[in-house]
């Protein structure tokens, strides 16, 4: 038997909140997402002592491992991929007494048999609470045998008891509107909506979620987040590196259904709604819900005008990957939000693969001045619009451009930065988003994470943008180079609109 040992090694930070005590249990738990996300970040959650003091983490695999195998495994994860420097000795034994592990087929009920044993042991004496936290770091076509299993095993409760259960997803939900509903549905059979908590790890970071504060605690910017002083928006989410080893699994979503989708629509939602009734789950998520369904629609006829699509040259020479493949490494939309906070103002969202710089960013760009003041045309033509930039990663912080005159006899206008850097202003590192979200998904705090509704409504969205490039497939692939900032139809994109795409 496990004992569940109580261990802090550091004072919890000032206005922490502590989860309650709980069974975290992960699903696939020899596989990529545990050892470099969630394990790193529950030994980081237990450095401030954010985890509970009765706590205990069990993964479900196909491996041989005993628990003590296990635990190396997981020493050897949390040296390699945390955010901190090296594992502390001390730390790592209170913490390691907390993990153990359960070998077997997902498809076989005996492994809900063992695991269940296993959570009995570990929770003798009300240790836990009967509190568990099932998180799924498989692929999606395993969720369905796993949530039967674990419902027909007993191991997951109806809410509103004494103890609670909870099942982390991870994406993709779905790869079209219509996979999306039937996996809902899966879900819905199995728990409650209250139980579910599907991750997309872009909201855990700090600077995302900054969105809503800088918003809304600043009562000098919120009054201009609007379509009489905001000219355009850019969201950008740029990554240097190509698809590697996740060719196969790239074939089948491409950047549309891996980014775009999820990652960019969240980051729009959070920019563009309007002000919550609280500050509760359900009310920002309401808000946010709003934003989605006022997307204009995408018609066949607008689709070519509004979405420009790339693949990088050597894309198709990647592992896994078809030798004529058409699928777009690279998306650039243009997007409207039809009420009456965004009429007529252009969202333009990009995200690709092997691009020149990793960079993902939202900036707003005011509007031009109405009327020239300084006596001279050719001052006022040089005198560059205001940009807000909110910086997701790296270098996570918030930039604010402006006009200032240039020191000297004569006037010329010339920008001026003003940038806050996190690591500056705060000290440190901000938390790893899955740190965030973990914490959140034991607290019972479902803010940071995706609706039902809010799926279905970004897959309504784009399941047409989807559905014509599957009848029309992109041509001329590949048509950008490594290193680049895609293809030339990027810049045509904006450029009909006279505009021209941020400097990075």
């Known amino acids: 038997m496990t004992k569940i040992e109580a261990f802090r090694p550091a004072a919890m930070p000032v206005g922490a909140r502590e989860a309650p005590p709980c069974a975290f249990v992960a699903f696939g738990a020899p596989g990529d997402l545990t050892r470099r996300k969630l394990m790193p970040a529950l030994y980081n959650l237990t450095l401030p002592g954010l985890l509970p003091e009765r706590f205990a983490a069990v993964g479900v695999g196909r491996r041989a491992w005993s628990d003590e195998a296990f635990r190396g495994e997981m020493e050897r994860a949390v040296g390699e991929f945390s955010r901190t420097d090296g594992v502390d000795p001390e730390v790592w034994h209170g913490f390691a007494a907390k993990l153990a592990f359960v070998e077997g087929d997902f498809e076989a009920p005996a492994t809900y048999s063992s695991l269940a044993r296993k959570l009995d042991a570990l929770d003798r004496d009300g240790a836990l609470g009967g509190n568990r936290l099932f998180y799924l770091a498989t692929p999606p076509s395993e969720f369905p045998v796993i949530l039967q299993r674990l419902k027909a095993e007993g191991l997951i409760q109806p809410p509103g008891g004494e103890a609670w259960t909870r099942v982390i997803v991870e994406k993709p939900f779905g790869r079209d509107l219509e996979s999306a509903r039937a996996l809902n549905a899966l879900l819905a059979h199995v728990l409650d909506e209250s139980q579910t908590f599907r991750i997309d790890h872009y909201l855990g970071k700090e600077t995302v979620q900054n969105i809503l504060v800088f918003r809304f605690a600043n009562s000098m910017f919120e009054p201009l987040w609007n379509r009489k002083y905001v000219d355009h928006v850019e969201i950008t989410a740029a990554e240097t590196v190509g698809v590697g080893t996740r060719g196969r699994f790239y074939e089948e979503t491409g950047v549309l259904r891996d980014i775009v989708q999820n990652h960019l629509l969240e980051v729009l939602a959070l920019t563009a709604m309007e002000p919550p009734t609280t500050g509760g789950a359900e ?85 031009t001045i109405p009327l020239c003041l300084f006596g001279r045309q050719d001052v006022c033509e040089r005198t560059e619009p205001n940009v807000l930039t909110l910086r997701i990663q790296p270098d996570e912080g918030i930039q604010l451009q402006f006009a200032s005159k240039i020191p000297g006899h004569d006037l010329a206008v010339g920008s001026v930065l003003m940038d806050m850097k996190y690591t500056e202003a705060f000290g440190g590192e901000p938390p790893e988003a899955y740190e965030r979200l973990l914490l959140d998904a034991m607290r019972g705090d479902a803010t940071l994470f995706s609706r039902r509704d809010a799926v279905e409504a970004s897959w309504t969205w784009i399941t047409p943008v989807l559905d014509y490039f599957q009848r029309n497939p992109p041509q001329g692939f590949p048509d950008y180079e490594p290193g680049s900032w895609g293809p030339e139809s990027c810049d045509d994109l904006v450029r009909r609109d006279r505009r021209t795409w941020r400097t990075l």
């Open 283 to 367: 009310d920002i998520r309401g808000e946010k819900l709003k934003v989605l369904h006022a997307l204009r629609v995408p018609w066949d006829d607008t689709i070519p005008r509004d979405v420009a699509l790339g693949q990088y040259r050597g894309y198709r020479d990647e592992p896994g990957v078809a030798r004529d493949s058409v699928t777009p490494t690279f998306a650039a939309l243009r997007v409207f939000v039809d009420n009456w906070r965004w009429q007529g103002v252009p969202f333009y969202l990009r995200a690709g693969k092997r691009l020149a710089k990793r960079v993902t960013e939202v900036a707003l760009h005011m509007q």
